[in-house]
């Protein structure tokens, strides 16, 4: 089971909450954005090709900590893979790369999340994930 | 469920025309449109010319054998001046001059004939019919222009380039799934009525009176939910003139000007078609809820052609799998994967990453 790392050096120098919303307002229109006690919420929907539905999906987040994506409709299928255990996205491999605050959601976190459809569309067609998976690169 | 986004796809490329034919729908018409512009005894004001119809539209299906064409002249039409009947026998004249203008003769010929409200240009080595469709427009193309109906001697309001507008801004506001939509109407009348066929501008109107009027259908939804919803809205709006009477036909409202468009349809090409849909839904119905997903394919090969909707997408799939890799792509606002930018629109580049996770 992959375990996350969720807390990052505070040497970093952090994006604020506000720029980060403003980054991702700018870049995709139908996210809206709630504050709740330090940790910001966005909804909206993303549509990773013509045919497929618009997903609608969250991204939580608090500073110091790593952003939490799940898609909230329509429900994903049951054994979708590249899932934590919790059913948020598994997005990138910790190995390879680590979320610091100094990074863009809509630079990083969102696109990912929308190739990640994009790729759960075609596994959702030929029960195979054809993105980059760690899973075939791990001995 | 199973909703086949990727034979959908393979489905969408599967009925777009043939590159040659849309290379021949691009470069015939500017030929007739500069013989018109340059001459002496048949006027055009600027700019002259616009491609209309489904060519105009972006919703053509199959193979493009005629593309809708107008040319702007001048006049008054509350006065009928010019008389809409003269101005398209002057057309005519002047058109049957085209072949020897362009050289085409022999087998390559042209034939021109006169139509209802246009000039009929069958280029006959290219199997290609443009129809020459003179108006006036006071305010340019994109404001209502008026087109002759020769049989009343009149002309009368159209708003060809409005439609286009309108399409795209539906188009854009729901996801880029209207276009499809209507393609996929279109192919599924094709394919299931080789005659009594109706209209495409008149599928393009209930299309767009399905979203943008009643708003009876969810376009956040995949295509092939759509395309199901699509065909049972459009039946259950017109089944009662079935059990009512023996002789309505459907008033389809202009999608811009709201005039009956389908005032000519007869009933018993109706009733045809309202069966053709009824099979239609229940059988994209069936492949909805079926739990099986060859079974689904199935079904949709029933509603679409075997030789249309693929039972195999491995290799769709991995070009398209190819075409998203992380570090090559980018993504829209509104979530595409996408190669390349188109003109306008934000893009973000999405960077190189490798999934993980327990699953």
């Known amino acids: 089971m992959a375990k996350r790392k969720c807390t990052i050096p505070r040497s970093v120098q952090s994006i604020s909450l ?84 100094d990074q863009l959601i809509a630079d990083t976190i969102i696109p990912w999340a929308a190739t990640w459809l994009y790729y759960y569309e075609l596994w959702l067609d030929t029960d195979k994930w054809l993105g980059p998976s760690s899973h075939d690169r791990q001995d | 469920m199973y909703t086949l986004g990727t034979h959908f796809q393979q489905l969408l490329t599967n009925i777009h025309p ?58 008054k039409p509350e006065e009928n001046k010019p008389e809409a009947k003269q101005l398209i ?31 009929h240009i069958y280029f006959k080595g290219h199997d290609f019919h443009l129809d020459v469709v003179p108006c006036i427009a006071p305010n340019g193309f994109e404001e209502i222009i008026y087109v002759p109906d020769r049989g009343f001697n009149k002309w009368i309001k159209s708003h060809p380039v409005g439609v286009i507008k309108l399409l795209k801004e539906l188009n854009d506001d729901n996801g880029g799934k209207v276009r499809p939509l209507v393609k996929l109407l279109k192919h599924f009348r094709n394919y299931h009525m080789q005659t009594r066929k109706p209209k495409s501008y008149w599928l393009l109107a209930l299309a767009i009176h399905h979203i943008r009027v009643t ?89 679409f052609g075997e030789e249309y909707f693929p039972s195999e997408v491995g290799d769709v799939a991995s070009r398209l799998a190819e075409m998203g890799l992380p570090g090559r792509s980018l993504v829209t606002s509104s979530g595409l994967i996408v190669p390349s930018k188109s003109t306008t629109g934000i893009y973000t580049p999405v960077q190189q990453t490798t999934f993980h996770g327990e699953t």
């Open chain 2, 215 to 303: 708003d009876d259908l969810d376009t956040t939804q995949p295509l092939a939910v759509l395309f199901h919803e699509l065909l049972d809205a459009i039946y259950c709006q017109y089944d009662h003139l079935l059990h009512t009477s023996d002789t309505a036909t459907p008033n389809i409202p202009d999608p811009i000007l709201e005039h009956n468009v389908s005032w000519n349809w007869s009933r018993t090409h109706f009733e045809t078609f309202m069966r053709r849909l009824d099979e239609g839904r229940r059988w994209s119905g069936k492949a909805l809820n079926s739990d099986d997903k060859q079974d689904a394919i199935g079904w949709w090969q029933k509603v």
């Open chain 1, 18 to 101: 506000t720029w980060q919303d403003a980054h991702i307002r700018h870049r995709f229109s139908d996210f809206s954005v709630r504050r709740y006690k330090g940790e910001i919420v966005w909804g909206g929907g993303l549509q990773p090709n013509l045919t497929s539905p618009i997903y609608q999906i969250e991204i939580r987040y608090r500073l110091r900590e790593v952003p939490k994506v799940r898609v909230i409709a329509p429900p994903l299928a049951p054994k979708a893979p590249h899932l934590y255990s919790n059913g948020t996205l598994c997005l990138y491999w910790p190995k390879e790369w680590r979320w610091r605050q």
């Open chain 2, 18 to 75: 043939p590159q040659e034919r849309l290379d021949i729908a691009r470069d015939l018409p500017p030929l007739v449109r500069d013989f018109l512009k340059q001459h002496k005894e048949f006027t055009t004001l600027r700019p002259h010319s616009h491609l209309v119809g489904s060519y105009g539209q972006d919703t053509s299906v199959g193979d493009v054998k005629d593309v809708d064409f107008l040319v702007r002249v001048d006049g």
């Open chain 2, 89 to 119: 026998r002057d057309l005519k004249k002047v058109l049957d001059d085209l072949p020897e203008a362009l050289g085409y003769t022999g087998c390559a010929s042209i034939d021109i004939e006169r139509a209802r409200r246009s000039i």
